[in-house]
């Protein structure tokens, strides 16, 4: 089982994937998280150049998009070997997040043919005025306009795959904990109205 969550900078994944990790394990399943960017070679290359003044120009974004794809095909072995294991992959980010923050999408789309299609995608949707507070403004990503483009292709992405469940990012984390262990509850015949 393949679970991503994504959403816009500052929207909370990191807590989310460590409570819903807890709440998986707890009920008996063996779970392993990763993100991406990862920290290979070219994750860290990528890291660099999201600090970069001139990282949402046309050329760098059509870079990024590149080396996203690249980052992204040096796990795929992993993610696949995970599964065949019987594991639990929880993702901060998946190829998702290239079709909405990097352009143009068909090309995208097709950089990223061979990336793994997630089983289900928790949508953490977020207020962009509480991202970018939220953020310390290091990437260059992380501005109300860009971001606002951002959560809007997040959306229409979301109504256009099935595997997309949308969270409400703006309740308090425990709300959002809840939220997302009953959306992940039915892969795993877990009772949903059981978890408060
Ligand atoms: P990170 O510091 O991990 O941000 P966050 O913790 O908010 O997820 O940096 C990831 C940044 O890279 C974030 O701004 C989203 C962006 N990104 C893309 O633009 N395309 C991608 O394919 C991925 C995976 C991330």
New binding site residues.
């Given amino acids: 089982m393949y679970i991503v969550l994504e959403g816009i900078?500052?929207a909370g994944?990191?807590t989310q994937i460590s409570l819903l990790k807890d709440f998986l394990e707890q009920n008996g399943l063996e779970v392993e998280t990763v993100v991406?960017?990862t920290d290979s070679e070219v994750g860290k290359l990528i890291r660099k150049l999201?600090t970069r003044h001139d990282a949402t120009s046309d050329a760098m974004q059509k870079t990024?998009g590149l080396l996203?794809a690249a980052d992204r095909l040096l796990i795929m072995e992993k993610l696949n070997k995970l599964e065949e294991e019987g594991k639990v992959i929880i993702s901060?980010?998946s190829f998702y997040?290239?079709l909405v923050?990097?352009e143009p999408r068909e090309w995208i789309q097709e950089l990223n043919k061979y990336a793994k299609i997630p089983d289900l995608v928790l949508l953490l949707d977020l207020d962009v005025e509480k991202s970018v507070a939220r953020t310390d403004g290091t990437?260059e990503?992380e501005n109300v306009e860009f971001l606002t483009a951002v959560k809007e292709n997040y959306l229409k992405i979301a109504e256009e795959n099935g595997n997309f469940k949308i969270i409400d990012a703006n309740n308090g984390p425990n709300k959002v904990s809840s939220d997302i262990k009953k959306a992940v509850a039915p892969l795993f015949d877990i009772c949903a109205d059981c978890i408060r």
Wanted: aromatic residues 18%; proline residues 6%; charged residues 35%.
């Fill in positions: 900078d500052g994944k990191s991406e960017p999201l990024l996203f901060d980010r997040s290239s923050y990097q990437d990503f």
